[in-house]
C-alpha cells in the first residue's frame, strides 16, 4: 500500500532555531500533501494544503513565514519551523493523498526548549 | 461547510465486551466518512472509510461502521474489544470529495480493562 515516510520522528531544538521536517511518499506520487498540527490531548488541525510545484494554502490564523512548505516535487513535501519558540512545540503530521486516498505519515514531535 | 461530533472523549469497554464509539457529521454534501486509529507519538491508520458504496463499512482488526444519513451518524462498532484496541480513535469527514481537507472529530480515547 501507500506510504509516507516522515523525518525526523522526534526533534528537540534551541529556541531561536530552525527545524526541517521532511515527508517523502515512498511509492505513489502525492499530488497533494496536507500538513496538521495536533496539540496533547486533542484532534488534528490542518496548518496548510500543498500541491506540487505551487505556494502552499495556509489555514486562518497560520503564519506562513514562521511555518515554510516546500512541495518541490511529487514525491517530497518539507515544513520548516523557523526561528522556533516553546509554544510551537507540538506533534507535527502529514498527508499524502493521489488516487489511494490519504496516507499519514507517522509524526514528528517537536520540542523547544 | 462539514463538522464532525464525537460523543464521549473517553470510553472504558472490558477486554471481549462490545466497543461503540460515536461519530455525527455536518455536511451539505454526500459525505466521505474516515475513522482513523492513532497509537501513542505516532501518526494515523485508516480503519475504514464510507464513500457512498455500501452503508455498512467493514475495516481492518473487526472494526466495522455503519452510515446512517437519517441520523447524520458514522459510528464505530468492534463486537469484542482486544487489550490491543486501545488507543485514541478519530472520526472524519472529508471536505471536497476522497481527497479534499479532512475535518477531524476531538477523538475518543479508547480504554480496555482485562
Known amino acids: 500500500g501507500a506510504v509516507v515516510s516522515q523525518h525526523p520522528s522526534w526533534v528537540i531544538c534551541k529556541s531561536g532555531t530552525s527545524v526541517k521536517i521532511e515527508c517523502r511518499s515512498l511509492d505513489f506520487q502525492a499530488t497533494t500533501m496536507f500538513w496538521y498540527r495536533q496539540f496533547p490531548k486533542q484532534s488534528l488541525m490542518l496548518m496548510a494544503t500543498?500541491?506540487?510545484?505551487?505556494?502552499?494554502?495556509?489555514e486562518q490564523g497560520v503564519e506562513k513565514d514562521k511555518f515554510l512548505i516546500n512541495h518541490a516535487s511529487l514525491t517530497l513535501s518539507t515544513l520548516t519551523v523557523t526561528s522556533a519558540h516553546p509554544e510551537d512545540s507540538s506533534f507535527y503530521i502529514c498527508s499524502g493523498t493521489a488516487n489511494y486516498g490519504y496516507t499519514f505519515g507517522s509524526g514528528t514531535r517537536l520540542t523547544v526548549v | 461547510a462539514q463538522s464532525v461530533t464525537q460523543l464521549g472523549s473517553h470510553v472504558s469497554v472490558s477486554e471481549g465486551a462490545l466497543v461503540l464509539l460515536r461519530c455525527n457529521y455536518s455536511s451539505s454534501v454526500p459525505p466521505y466518512l474516515f475513522w482513523y486509529v492513532q497509537y501513542p507519538n505516532q501518526g494515523l491508520q485508516l480503519l475504514l472509510k464510507?464513500?457512498?458504496?455500501?452503508?455498512l463499512v467493514k475495516g481492518i482488526n473487526g472494526f466495522e461502521a455503519e452510515f446512517k444519513k437519517s441520523e447524520t451518524s458514522f459510528h464505530l462498532t468492534k463486537p469484542s474489544a482486544h487489550m490491543s484496541d486501545a488507543a485514541e480513535y478519530f472520526c472524519?469527514?472529508?471536505?471536497?470529495?476522497?481527497?479534499?481537507?479532512?475535518?477531524f472529530g476531538k477523538g475518543t480515547k479508547l480504554s480496555v480493562k482485562p
Open positions: 472524519a469527514v472529508s471536505e471536497g470529495g476522497s481527497q479534499g481537507n479532512l475535518i
Open positions: 500543498s500541491n506540487e510545484g505551487s505556494k502552499a494554502t495556509y
Open positions: 464510507y464513500t457512498s458504496a455500501a452503508t
